[in-house]
């Protein structure tokens, strides 16, 4: 089955500054990777995805980048602020067979103020 | 439009109880999964389901059972708990269109402990 890994576990940046978070995975079949931001106590909640036939997607301040030949995908997140202190998962899945979503480890940013 | 319900929201059991969490979506969505929460390990699949009527095992499935009766709901049975189903439980609900995946919604959680 499918095995997403998530680097780092914990990050943490000075406000204003950039946050890169990196996931890899390993069935080749996957074609949709979505970002899931995680507030302490809450559910996580979708904040950008993309799928395979695309390279890089941005919504604002945050961008997610896709390779689908090294099998890695990343989350980008600039001009950082407090509220973006969170957990964040990265997760893959295949629109056959087996559709629900597999999930990284999660990595907890921290935005210093 | 409620979304996904979870009831209840927090739950203590004892070593051999059994108890089924509840999970309800009003979207119509053909996809739900249940997810296990612990820390530093991300959300792991126990179960899920494509339709009514079918189910299948995730990663983690053992001491679990699941029926998929109607599209709205997808109970989650614990059999008899142990200290080790200690954790949070996600139920989670999805579409696709036009066979793509789209955004899974997830529930509110369920902070379960077993003593």
């Known amino acids: 089955g499918e095995n997403v890994e998530q680097h780092p576990s914990t990050l943490s940046v000075q406000e204003g500054d950039s946050a890169v978070i990196k996931c890899t995975y390993s069935?080749?079949?996957?074609?949709?990777f979505p970002w899931y931001k995680q507030e302490l106590g809450k559910r996580p909640q979708l904040i950008i995805d993309?799928?395979?036939?695309?390279g890089e997607k941005k919504d604002q301040r945050i961008a997610v980048t896709l390779n689908k030949t090294a099998k890695h995908f990343s989350l980008h997140i600039t001009e950082t602020q407090p509220e973006d202190s969170a957990v964040y998962f990265c997760?893959?899945?295949?629109?056959?067979?087996?559709?629900?979503?597999?999930f990284g480890s999660g990595t907890r940013l921290q935005v210093q103020p | 439009n409620a979304g996904v319900t979870q009831t209840p929201k927090f739950q203590v059991l004892k070593t051999g109880q059994s108890m089924t969490l509840q999970c309800a979506q009003d979207?119509?969505?053909?996809?739900m999964s249940w997810y296990r929460q612990d820390p530093g390990m991300g959300l792991r699949l126990i179960h899920y389901?494509?339709?009514?009527?079918?189910?299948d095992q995730g990663e983690v499935p053992n001491g679990y059972n699941v029926s998929r009766s109607t599209t709205e709901d997808f109970p989650l049975r614990l059999l008899s708990a142990a200290p080790s189903q200690t954790s949070v439980y996600f139920c989670?609900?999805?579409?696709?269109?036009?066979?793509?995946?789209?955004?899974?919604?997830f529930g509110q959680g369920t902070r379960l402990t077993v003593v």
């Open positions: 989670a609900s999805s579409s696709a269109l036009g066979g793509l995946n789209t955004e899974a919604f």
């Open positions: 069935d080749s079949a996957s074609n949709y």
């Open positions: 993309i799928r395979s036939n695309v």
């Open positions: 997760a893959a899945s295949k629109n056959t067979g087996r559709r629900a979503l597999t």
């Open positions: 979207m119509n969505h053909e996809y």
């Open positions: 389901s494509v339709g009514a009527g079918i189910t």
